[in-house]
């Protein structure tokens, strides 16, 4: 049974694409540009999962997972990121180990981000 996704990525490209994917595949879904707006988001519609870019402007997807995670109803989380490498380490691993659930490289097929989806709403 699906569920309810919220997207936040402030590409403008790929944002219409995985909600149109997801809608396809019988998801109701949300987005936001960044994570500033896709915490409000997060708050309103409660959704069952999140899939969050990390590099954004205004709040970026690390922030955004850590709040995710220490709500009273945390969501599911899926990570996406092109943006690679800093000077530390690798931005995706340090999604993992701040709590998303899951991660994904850009650039990635719809199908693949939506069974993820899939697998984590399931369980």
Do not use: C, Y
């Not at 996704?5 to 994917?21: E, F, K, N, R, Y």
């Not at 540009?33 to 969050?52: A, C, I, N, W, Y």
């Not at 995710?68 to 690679?84: E, Y």
């Amino acid at each position: 049974m699906p569920g309810k996704v919220l997207l936040i990525d402030d590409d403008p490209d790929l944002l219409p694409m995985m909600t149109a994917a997801f809608k396809t595949h019988g998801f109701d879904t949300v987005s936001a540009r960044d994570g500033r707006e896709g915490m409000k988001l997060f708050h309103s519609e409660q959704p069952d999962l999140v899939v969050t870019d990390i590099v954004m402007p205004e709040q970026e997807g690390i922030a955004t997972i850590i709040q995710i995670k220490r709500d009273a109803s945390p969501a599911k989380v899926i990570a996406i990121s092109g943006g690679g490498r800093s000077g530390k380490g690798d931005f995706l691993v340090w999604a993992k180990e701040l709590g998303a659930d899951e991660v994904l490289r850009k650039p990635f097929r719809m199908s693949e981000l939506v069974a993820a989806a899939r697998r984590l709403i399931e369980n």
